[in-house]
């Protein structure tokens, strides 16, 4: 079974020179899955946050391209968070995991690779549902 131990930090690789920076990721490589779907996050609001579920089939991996943002990681036993501030670097999220996006500094971007299109079916919206989901009794 995951754990938020099964979350990590991917180094990409960069091409820098005179006109700039060039991040590659390709999958199977730096990626740890086929690359179905991509998309972003931006303009949040102060106080705002984004996620707050869990996958049952979909691995993602989360890139902050501009800016910085956190992400809390939550296996239903333990938490942490991660802070993104490094175009470098993405945070691997297997499916079980529950994350949520927050912390969003202004003009802060989040990049999400995910490894299916999209699938309401996927998704594990509620904390309760999720801890039932990993068998995990409710101590509230």
């Given at each position: 079974?995951v754990?938020?131990?099964?979350?990590?930090?991917?180094?990409?690789?960069?091409?820098?020179?005179?006109?700039?920076?060039?991040?590659?990721?390709?999958?199977?490589?730096?990626?740890?899955?086929?690359?179905?779907?991509?998309?972003?996050?931006?303009?949040?609001?102060d106080?705002?946050?984004?996620?707050?579920?869990?996958?049952?089939?979909?691995?993602?991996?989360?890139?902050?391209?501009s800016?910085?943002?956190?992400?809390e990681?939550?296996?239903?036993?333990?938490?942490?968070?991660?802070?993104?501030?490094?175009?470098l670097?993405?945070?691997?999220?297997?499916?079980?995991?529950?994350?949520?996006?927050?912390l969003?500094?202004?003009?802060?971007?989040?990049?999400?690779?995910?490894?299916?299109?999209?699938?309401?079916s996927?998704?594990?919206?509620s904390?309760?549902?999720?801890?039932?989901?990993?068998?995990?009794?409710?101590?509230?």
């Amino acid at each position: 079974m995951v754990n938020i131990d099964s979350c990590r930090l991917i180094d990409f690789q960069d091409r820098i020179d005179e006109r700039g920076g060039l991040v590659i990721a390709e999958a199977f490589k730096e990626i740890p899955f086929e690359i179905r779907r991509v998309f972003y996050l931006f303009n949040i609001p102060d106080e705002k946050s984004r996620g707050a579920h869990a996958h049952r089939e979909c691995h993602q991996v989360l890139i902050a391209p501009s800016g910085h943002f956190t992400v809390e990681v939550d296996d239903g036993i333990n938490r942490r968070r991660i802070l993104m501030d490094n175009p470098l670097k993405g945070l691997y999220i297997p499916p079980g995991i529950w994350a949520s996006e927050l912390l969003f500094e202004p003009g802060a971007v989040c990049l999400v690779l995910a490894s299916d299109n999209y699938d309401e079916s996927d998704y594990i919206r509620s904390y309760d549902d999720y801890l039932s989901f990993r068998g995990i009794r409710s101590i509230r």
